[in-house]
């Protein structure tokens, strides 16, 4: 029993984090600054950071770095979709892929460093 209680709990969190970032995209856009590669910079590194929060979720509900990055990047295409129908934003293919690069950056990151990483944190990947 327990094991199909972690599984709905990891997908739950994976679930509440593409909430965020649905609610996230459905705010009309800000500028962070005046000057635009400032504003450029700032809002790309957000698309990377939440989608690579996004991968490693993905990576830890179905224990695959293959289908934790379709996955990403399929939520990053439909996210991107979405945005075309909220004021002020506009959906772009470059942003969607910007997702896909966070995806795999983390993604990445994660099948270098796993096998080095304290048992506490593989215990908190799947195995």
């Known amino acids: 029993m327990k094991i199909k209680r972690d599984k709905k709990e990891k997908w739950l969190l994976t679930g509440l984090w ?3 970032i649905f609610l996230g995209s459905s705010l009309p856009g800000a500028k962070v600054s005046e000057v635009g590669l ?8 957000v698309h990377i950071l939440e989608y690579a929060i996004l991968a490693v979720l993905l990576f830890r509900s179905t224990g695959s770095y293959w289908w934790a990055f379709v996955l990403s990047l399929a939520f990053g295409f439909t996210d991107e979709t979405h945005q075309l129908f909220v004021t002020n934003r506009e959906g772009k293919i470059r942003d969607a892929l ?6 795999l950056i983390s993604l990445l990151l994660l099948w270098k460093f ?3 990483a304290p048992k506490k944190l593989k215990n ?4």
Request: glycine share 8%.
């Open 18 to 20: 593409c909430v965020l």
């Open 38 to 45: 400032i504003d450029f910079v700032a809002h790309k590194s």
């Open 114 to 116: 796993l096998p080095k």
């Open 98 to 103: 910007i997702d896909g690069f966070g995806s």
């Open 124 to 127: 908190w990947l799947p195995k």
